[in-house]
């Protein structure tokens, strides 16, 4: 795009109100990724774009949740160096192998999740005893999930949430800190490759950065003062709108 238009401050405030979004709960690709193709981004520097503006607003939320003391960065470096590594060899895969098959399942996952999650109002409202600590749990979920955000990606900040409420017990709070910390990591190893690739319009990135940090800064300071009674409701908005998108990408015409 050359020149000032409209679509500038359009796009500044879809990232505004994306980085508030996924500082909760996730989901703001939701958002910014049409939004940057229909401001006319081919599709991989639109991805690359988004993967670039997101981390910003992703980097501010985890340093509100660890300065407030929701995530002790220290015991989940094991966790981060798998997910980073995972995260590149999901990125490096998918050149490989086509992912199509996959796309079908994910919808019908996510819409698993969201009704369990609906049925039990009390999931994540407490910290309860982990079933795995630390360090395992991040090894374990962060070569898993790691490696399917670098090979495909959606949903992947619901599946971590899910996980540190189910596996490792922690609160929805706790759990959203412990995600924005894991996104960052395996979205940083995307974007090097996006990078790499000159996939990036920095221009837009910047102009879409500048929204996240101020939707993050407040979606995050929102979280950690209120918990479970804002977490959950954005959360379920945001998973049920997940699965209704890709499952009409899936299995539409």
Do not use: E
Not at 20 to 36: E, M
């Amino acid at each position: 795009m050359d020149g000032f238009s409209w679509i500038h401050p359009a796009l500044f405030a879809v990232g505004a109100v994306a980085g508030f979004v996924d500082a909760i709960a996730g989901g703001g690709g939701l958002l910014t990724v049409p939004a940057l193709l229909a401001a006319g981004l081919p599709p991989q520097v639109a991805l690359g774009t988004n993967k670039f503006q997101s981390s910003c607003g992703t980097a501010l939320a985890t340093w509100n949740y660890a300065r407030s003391g929701l995530i002790d960065l220290g015991r989940w470096i094991p966790g981060i160096v798998a997910t980073f590594g995972a995260a590149v060899g999901g990125a490096w895969v998918v050149t490989l192998i086509d992912p199509s098959q996959l796309r079908r399942a994910i919808p019908i996952a996510l819409g698993v999740i969201a009704v369990y999650t609906a049925l039990k109002p009390d999931l994540g409202s407490t910290q309860r005893p982990a079933r795995l600590s630390a360090t395992p749990f991040g090894i374990l979920m962060g070569l898993l999930l790691g490696f399917y955000d670098g090979f495909l990606g959606p949903g992947t900040g619901s599946f971590w949430m899910v996980a540190c409420v189910l596996l490792h017990g922690l609160d929805l709070r706790g759990a959203t800190g412990v995600t924005k910390a894991m996104n960052l990591t395996s979205n940083l190893a995307s974007l090097g490759f996006f990078l790499a690739a000159g996939k990036v319009d920095f221009l837009i990135g910047a102009l879409m950065a500048a929204g996240q940090l101020i939707g993050a800064y407040f979606g995050s300071h929102l979280a950690i003062r209120n918990g479970a009674r804002v977490i959950r409701p954005v959360f379920l908005t945001v998973v049920f709108a997940l699965a209704i998108k890709l499952a009409w990408d899936a299995f539409s015409p």
